[in-house]
């Protein structure tokens, strides 16, 4: 720690993360620079690497302004700014069975940026360097966690509030046989955490009926840094703009290729993704093009296809003693409105905040009813955003003749609405409620 006191020196860690993905990675930063000793736990056996004529990878993010102020905080975001990014200034929404429509802009919305499409490979190399240059933290990637033991019940419940025994530990068993030891554990392993179903908290669950098919595309028009979203009656089809070098981007008739590639996220039935996955790559982009209405001219070529089951799970709790989870093992949200990671950024920026605060105090990082204070400030947060994804995905997927009615009067009437729609993008930017310390200008 900064004043030189390590909060569990007999433990091989003050803090063990599972889960090096980018919310578990963030988080090992965040504490690791602070000065405590950090364990990071990957099944990945290698580093993520990036290099300049990587070609685009089909798995990309929305990171929101405020994400980019936590990742500023840490000297992650110079990094990734040098790699490759896409800044959007505009975002275009619109309903497939109507007239209904709705834009946002950078420039109404009184900011530079609504926020930027970056790469996850981009954000995982640009953590893992920093982690590289951090002696707190000691990487341990190739390990995957098999069994878990937390402290003993009711550790917590000493009459001295706060004062959890220093010696009481979560301990994990590593699949190659090691013991790894820490005051506490962050499950940042992800949406099927094996964290979570060994510490048996349950999660409510379901099946959003869809899966998410992505690729990278190039189009005939310039995508003019506009994020669009077409909400057709299967789920809704996302266009989000790339920056592609000219010498990377794949040979094209005419002017620069360069503004000429997006990421697109194409949520749909099981049995239509599948159909789509099966297409020959012409008749693929021809389909897309049609799906698209054309918003963006002919659809000239496009990557190999990935699908991704599309399950809403939310963790009936977040921390136990000696345990907190964090990102997608806490919760798993739609990817409509871009907001998982986010999220995710959010819950380790605030528990962080509430860890070092409580250290300050003397508190034990393992201590259930200081844990409690983050899950206090993110659980509602997140189940709010959870219902909001499922009541867009009900409103834009019913065909009854009413509802279509009631929506596309809605989106126009949203966007003749200056003052509202400013509030909306600034939620959607992720200035909800009070910041963490992390994410404050
Ligand atoms: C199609 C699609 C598009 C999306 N678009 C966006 C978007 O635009 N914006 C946005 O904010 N979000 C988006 N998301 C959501 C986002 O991808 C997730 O919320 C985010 O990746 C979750 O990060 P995480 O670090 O919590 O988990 P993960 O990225 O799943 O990382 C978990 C890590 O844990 C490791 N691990 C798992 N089990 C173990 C174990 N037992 N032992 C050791 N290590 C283990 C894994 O190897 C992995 O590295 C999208 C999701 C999908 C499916």
């Known amino acids: 720690m900064k004043d030189g006191r390590s909060a569990g020196s007999a433990h091989d860690a003050d803090v063990a993360i599972v889960g090096a993905g980018i919310v578990g990675a963030t988080l090992a930063l965040l504490l690791g620079q602070a000065g405590m000793r950090v364990m990071l736990v990957e099944g990945r056996e290698s580093a993520t690497r990036w290099q300049p004529d990587s070609a685009p990878e089909p798995r990309v993010s929305a990171l929101t302004p405020v994400s980019q102020q936590l990742l500023s905080g840490l000297g992650v975001w110079p990094t990734i700014a040098a790699s490759r990014l896409m800044p959007y200034t505009g975002m275009q929404v619109w309903d497939a069975?109507?007239?209904?429509?709705?834009?946002?802009?950078?420039?109404?919305?009184?900011?530079?940026?609504?926020?930027?499409?970056?790469?996850?490979?981009?954000?995982?190399?640009?953590?893992?360097?920093?982690?590289?240059?951090?002696?707190?933290?000691?990487?341990?990637?190739?390990?995957?966690?098999?069994?878990?033991?937390?402290?003993?019940?009711?550790?917590?419940?000493?009459?001295?509030?706060?004062?959890?025994?220093?010696?009481?530990?979560?301990?994990?068993?590593?699949?190659?046989?090691?013991?790894?030891?820490?005051?506490?554990?962050?499950?940042?392993?992800?949406?099927?955490?094996?964290?979570?179903?060994?510490?048996?908290?349950?999660?409510?669950?379901?099946?959003?009926?869809?899966?998410?098919?992505?690729?990278?595309?190039?189009?005939?028009?310039?995508?003019?840094?506009?994020?669009?979203?077409?909400?057709?009656?299967?789920?809704?089809?996302?266009?989000?703009?790339?920056?592609?070098?000219?010498?990377?981007a794949q040979p094209a008739e005419g002017a620069s290729a360069a503004e000429r590639h997006c990421s697109i996220v194409w949520s749909t039935t099981p049995e239509e993704a599948?159909?789509?996955?099966?297409?020959?790559?012409?008749?693929?982009?021809?389909?897309?093009?049609?799906?698209?209405?054309?918003?963006?001219?002919?659809?000239?070529?496009?990557?190999?296809?990935?699908?991704?089951?599309?399950?809403?799970?939310?963790?009936?709790?977040?921390?136990?003693?000696?345990?907190?989870?964090?990102g997608d093992a806490a919760h798993a949200i739609h990817p409509l409105a871009g907001q998982g990671v986010n999220l995710g950024l959010m819950d380790v920026a605030v528990l962080a905040d509430e860890l070092l605060a409580g250290h300050r105090r003397g508190v034990a990082l393992g201590d259930e009813r200081w844990l409690a204070r983050y899950r206090r400030r993110r659980r509602s947060d997140n189940a709010m955003m959870l219902k909001m994804m499922d009541g867009f995905r009900l409103l834009f997927g019913s065909r009854?003749?009413?509802?279509?009615?009631?929506?596309?009067?809605?989106?126009?009437?949203?966007?003749?609405?200056?003052?509202?729609?400013?509030?909306?993008?600034?939620?959607?930017?992720?200035?909800?409620?009070?910041?963490?310390?992390?994410?404050?200008?």
């Open 97 to 248: 069975e109507g007239n209904g429509e709705i834009q946002f802009s950078a420039e109404d919305s009184g900011v530079p940026v609504l926020g930027h499409i970056v790469e996850n490979r981009v954000t995982l190399a640009a953590l893992e360097k920093a982690i590289d240059a951090c002696p707190a933290i000691t990487r341990c990637f190739g390990a995957r966690v098999a069994g878990m033991a937390l402290p003993r019940s009711g550790a917590t419940s000493v009459v001295n509030a706060y004062q959890l025994d220093a010696a009481e530990a979560t301990s994990l068993t590593l699949t190659d046989g090691r013991t790894v030891t820490a005051a506490l554990v962050v499950a940042a392993d992800g949406a099927r955490s094996r964290l979570r179903e060994l510490a048996g908290i349950a999660t409510r669950e379901h099946d959003t009926g869809q899966v998410a098919l992505v690729a990278t595309v190039r189009t005939e028009l310039a995508h003019q840094a506009v994020a669009r979203q077409r909400f057709l009656p299967t789920g809704p089809l996302a266009f989000l703009p790339l920056a592609v070098n000219d010498a990377l």
């Open 400 to 441: 009854q003749p009413g509802v279509r009615l009631l929506r596309n009067f809605g989106l126009g009437f949203v966007d003749g609405q200056g003052e509202l729609k400013r509030i909306l993008m600034r939620q959607a930017m992720g200035q909800r409620g009070e910041l963490p310390t992390s994410c404050k200008p």
């Open 274 to 326: 599948e159909r789509l996955l099966a297409l020959s790559p012409a008749a693929f982009c021809s389909e897309l093009e049609d799906a698209f209405e054309g918003q963006l001219g002919a659809i000239e070529w496009a990557s190999e296809r990935f699908s991704f089951p599309l399950h809403q799970r939310h963790a009936e709790d977040y921390v136990l003693p000696g345990l907190a989870l964090v």
